[in-house]
């Protein structure tokens, strides 16, 4: 059996745990309920041996005084602790893990019988004994977490916020396997804040604030007290009925603080006349303006007389060369029709377009005036033949130029 007598620890000025005085017996599961802060995990550190402050106070297993000892004497006397936040080898493996909770003296010798206990106890970690723990969900890393402390073969399981970080369903399968673990002869003191699920499988729990035992009871009793439904479990023992308060008379107000009344028609009388012009028939509008007489068609519009012609300029006077053949004239005519008619081709410069013709309005024709006759096609191929005869008198003529000489020049 494990007693706690008066046990204290301080870290510098601050009193983390004053006076504490706990039991556990074998087969038992002993439940620490407290806020944050009162000092629970320092308790399971102090029993374990591995407290940061000062510790004060008796220790003794089976009449053994731990005080004072080395953590791992303690596990061999037979105290094993599962600390907050699991503490596995995450790069080792399943076995690896649960071989190393068989270090201890006492365990070394019946170290096969332990794993197979474990395996049985928690079935999964036999299924994934190779795999690696950092793997595993957080779940199945508290399993190791517990068997490996099992592996020293305790007397006293300690273990700190064991569902920290676990999802509902997996609480649930905790605690199933403390029940278990119970059953085994080992004696449980679990720190839990899920007090509901906590209670439901413990024998007997200790109620701890600000670093004092206030209050131990059997769980069944714990569930029922009132005070701890209201701190721990979120409901509250029955209040007496509240009293109805008594209800004052209204004051009189003045005659000259009242508002006095505004004029005009009052809200109901607005309702009843807006009811009644709704209710009413409507009123005959005025007569609509006759529609306007339809226009008569607008006369023909006589056509715009055609443009004047444009004068065309005098050519200028150039000299006749021998022979009777204008020069001038004829490289005058050839180069106009080579920009009109051969659009610049073989010149080198893009032509210069000729000027948008303008559009005459035709004239609003009634409805009934005969169509014009169609305007014939011009023909083209009388064209390209007129093409040809200039390309020829401009050849016939340059020719002239380069064999001509002037009077009196040496041949």
Wanted: charged letters at 20%; glycine letters at 10%.
């Amino acid at each position: 059996m494990l007693e706690v007598q008066g046990l204290t620890v301080a870290y510098g000025q601050h009193q983390a745990l004053t006076g504490a005085t706990v039991r556990v017996g074998k087969g038992e599961i002993v439940v620490i309920l407290g806020a944050n802060g009162a000092g629970k995990s320092s308790l399971l550190k102090a029993v374990s041996g591995i407290s940061e402050g000062r510790v004060g106070g008796s220790v003794t297993l089976d009449g053994i005084d731990l005080a004072g000892k080395p953590p791992h004497r303690i596990v061999e006397e037979g105290i094993a602790l599962v600390p907050e936040g699991r503490g596995v080898f995450p790069d080792l493996s399943v076995e690896e893990n649960l071989t190393l909770g068989s270090y201890a003296r006492r365990a070394r010798d019946e170290e096969a019988a332990s794993l197979e206990n474990v395996y049985g106890l928690f079935p999964k970690l036999r299924e994934r004994r190779r795999q690696v723990v950092r793997t595993m969900s957080g779940g199945e890393q508290q399993m190791v977490a517990i068997g490996r402390a099992m592996m020293s073969n305790p007397q006293i399981l300690t273990l700190d916020e064991p569902s920290l970080g676990l999802s509902p369903l997996l609480c649930k399968d905790l605690f199933q396997s403390l029940k278990k673990v119970r059953a085994t002869g080992i004696g449980i003191l679990l720190v839990e804040q899920n007090a509901k699920q906590s209670l439901a499988i413990a024998d007997r729990g200790y109620l701890l604030e600000n670093g004092r035992i206030v209050h131990e009871a059997p769980a069944a009793a714990l569930i029922r007290d009132p005070a701890v439904q209201k701190a721990y479990l979120g409901g509250g023992g029955k209040s007496a009925p509240a009293m109805p308060r008594p209800t004052a008379a209204p004051t009189p107000v003045p005659e000259a603080a009242r508002r006095p009344a505004p004029a005009g028609p009052s809200p109901a009388e607005i309702a009843a006349q807006a009811v009644a012009r709704v209710a009413a028939p409507p009123r005959p509008g005025p007569a609509a303006p006759p529609p306007p007489p339809p226009r008569a068609p607008e006369p023909p519009r006589p056509a715009a007389p055609p443009p004047p012609p444009r004068p065309v300029a005098a050519p200028v006077a150039t000299r006749p060369a021998p022979g009777g053949i204008d020069i001038g004239a004829l490289v005058s005519k050839a180069a106009t029709t080579s920009r009109a008619g051969l659009n610049g081709r073989g010149t080198g410069r893009t032509p210069t377009p000729p000027p948008a013709p303008r559009i005459t309005p035709a004239p609003d024709l009634p409805r009934s005036a005969p169509s014009l006759p169609p305007t014939p096609m011009p023909d083209l191929a009388a064209t390209g033949d007129r093409l040809k005869s200039i390309l020829a008198e401009i050849e016939e003529a340059a020719a002239r130029a380069r064999a001509y000489r002037p009077p009196g020049s040496r041949s």
